[in-house]
T-cell receptor, first 115, second 113 residues
Framework: AQKITQTQPGMFVQEKEAVTLDCTYD???????LFWYKQPSSGEMIFLIY??????QNATEGRYSLNFQKARKSANLVISASQLGDSAMYFC????????????FGGGTRLMVKP | KAGVTQTPRYLIKTRGQQVTLSCSPI?????VSWYQQTPGQGLQFLFE???????NKGNFPGRFSGRQFSNSRSEMNVSTLELGDSALYLC????????????FGPGTRLLVL
């Protein structure tokens, strides 16, 4: 079974500053994928970034980067140069590669960007 | 390319009724998964369909069921609705199973009175 923990229920960040959202995971599967999704108040889940368990380098997608520390089982999301539109819920999710497309989600972090 | 679409977007039902939600995946995507999101339980996996077959099922009662058609469109059905079924139901699609990113639709907000 997989478990995802997001310890920050809510966070504030000043516009144009960087912010790190924490995610730790637990799994006994050797092969897995880690995802971050953004959920604005409209409800749609927007894919941000993906990291495979065997990827040697940390994933990056524009202003998003994933700080993957496999030994510590952490997959923190870093957003650089925060924008007002980044205010939303952020979810970390995991998929074991032997579990088809079943995603296990963390409880989420609400990010609020201050002007 | 059009994204994942879900209909209806909002729905109000009463206890004991049944409901059917629809999901059309991104063109070319063959896997469709369903998730339930509530304030208390968070996001929980319901089931996954691929090639018209249920491949995976979450820990939900048998009142929750689904199916997938030959064009990959999927429906989920909830019978004998309970107040606790009030939730945002999200559908996600991917090209294939495992090692593929899932893209979500806007969701259907179901309110059970």
């Amino acid at each position: 079974a997989q478990k995802i923990t997001q310890t920050q229920p809510g966070m504030f960040v000043q516009e144009k500053e960087a912010v790190t959202l924490d995610c730790t995971y637990d799994t006994s599967d050797p092969s897995y994928g880690l995802f971050w999704y953004k959920q604005p108040s409209s409800g749609e889940m927007i894919f941000l970034i993906y990291q495979g368990s065997y990827d040697q380098q940390n994933a990056t997608e524009g202003r998003y980067s994933l700080n993957f520390q496999k030994a510590r089982k952490s997959a923190n999301l870093v957003i650089s140069a925060s924008q007002l539109g980044d205010s939303a819920m952020y979810f970390c999710a995991m998929r074991a590669n032997n579990a088809g497309n079943m995603l296990t989600f963390g409880g989420g972090t609400r990010l609020m960007v201050k002007p | 390319k059009a994204g994942v679409t879900q209909t209806p977007r909002y729905l109000i039902k009463t206890r004991g009724q049944q409901v059917t939600l629809s999901c059309s995946p991104i063109s070319g995507h063959r896997s469709v998964s369903w998730y339930q999101q509530t304030p208390g339980q968070g996001l929980q996996f319901l089931f996954e369909y691929f090639s018209e077959t249920q491949r995976n099922k979450g820990n939900f009662p048998g009142r929750f069921s689904g199916r997938q058609f030959s064009n990959s469109r999927s429906e989920m059905n909830v019978s004998t609705l309970e107040l606790g079924d009030s939730a945002l139901y999200l559908c996600a699609s991917s090209k294939d199973r495992a090692q593929e990113t899932q893209y979500f639709g806007p969701g259907t907000r179901l309110l059970v009175l």
